[in-house]
């Protein structure tokens, strides 16, 4: 049986390791299960979804702050911002499959957003990304792999 407070700790690890902000939800998810307070694939789909959201706050934001690019305050320099635009152009939307990974992972959401990608394009791709990697995660946790 799954312990509910388990599993939204899980969701709040998840989310937040998603955003900008600092999260460990590997470490959550792996926790969660070695103490047996949910089931594996319960535990992976509350992370997923949960680390899906955080990154779709994050197109959000990225759809939201590109409007303000052209303030002399916006946090990305205009030659940084082509220099990100060139690159995503280039590796188009299939770059979101490297959405799961640690320090690239967080900002190329952000970007997505920023550069319009449609949201329906960018859920699939994040969510097999994020998902498989909980998958990952947790079947090494388990002893399935």
Known sequence: MSDPAALAALAL?????????PGTSE???????A?????LW??????????????TVNWGVGRFLERFRSNPRFPVSP???????ASYRRWGVLSLLLSWTPIVGD?????????????????????????LRYVAVGGIAAGLF
């Not at 690890?13 to 902000?21: K, R």
């Not at 103490?35 to 089931?39: R, S, W």
């Not at 394009?121 to 969510?127: D, I, R, W």
């Open 35 to 39: 103490l047996d307070q949910a089931g």
């Open 13 to 21: 690890s998840a989310f937040t390791s998603a955003t900008l902000l």
């Open 27 to 33: 470490a959550a998810l792996v926790g969660v299960l």
């Open 79 to 85: 030659a940084r911002w082509e220099k990100t635009e």
């Open 42 to 55: 319960a535990a992976i789909g509350v992370a997923t979804v949960a680390n899906v959201a955080g990154s």
């Open 107 to 131: 900002p190329l959401t952000v970007v997505a957003g920023a550069m319009r990608t449609p949201l329906l394009v960018f859920l699939p791709l994040v969510t097999l990304a994020k998902g």
